[in-house]
Nanobody, 116 residues
Framework: QVQLVESGGGLVQAGGSLRLSCAAS????????MGWYRQTPGKQRELVAG???????NYGDSVKGRFTISRDNAKNTVYLQMNSLKPEDTAVYYC??????????WGQGTQVTVSS
């Protein structure tokens, strides 16, 4: 059974930081591209950041320079370090795992709320 379990969400003031973690089980983690999307009510999911199985990162325009994605293949975990948080970063953050073009697996989501 495949599981992606996110943690690290919460409430933070604008300008603060949070680090999200996503622990994967049931997959051979080093084969997968990993990453994070986020979603707010009434909006489509937005790509936040991704990291290839080779370790190359990419970021959504709205988070470049503020967020950093990384992975630890020994721990089957992907991280999202979020700095200089803004109220518009408030969303549910979802971890994903992908082998090809389509996303294969999603996590259950973790809420991030940034107060002004």
């Amino acid at each position: 059974q495949v599981q992606l379990v996110e943690s690290g969400g919460g409430l933070v003031q604008a300008g603060g930081s949070l680090r999200l973690s996503c622990a994967a089980s049931g997959i051979f983690f080093p084969f997968y591209d990993m990453g994070w999307y986020r979603q707010t009510p009434g909006k489509q999911r937005e790509l936040v950041a991704g990291i290839t199985n080779g370790g190359s990162p990419n970021y959504g325009d709205s988070v470049k320079g503020r967020f950093t994605i990384s992975r630890d293949n020994a721990k089957n975990t992907v991280y999202l370090q979020m700095n200089s948080l803004k109220p518009e970063d408030t969303a549910v953050y979802y971890c994903y795992a992908r082998r090809g073009v389509q996303i294969d697996y999603w996590g259950q989501g973790t809420q991030v709320t940034v107060s002004s």
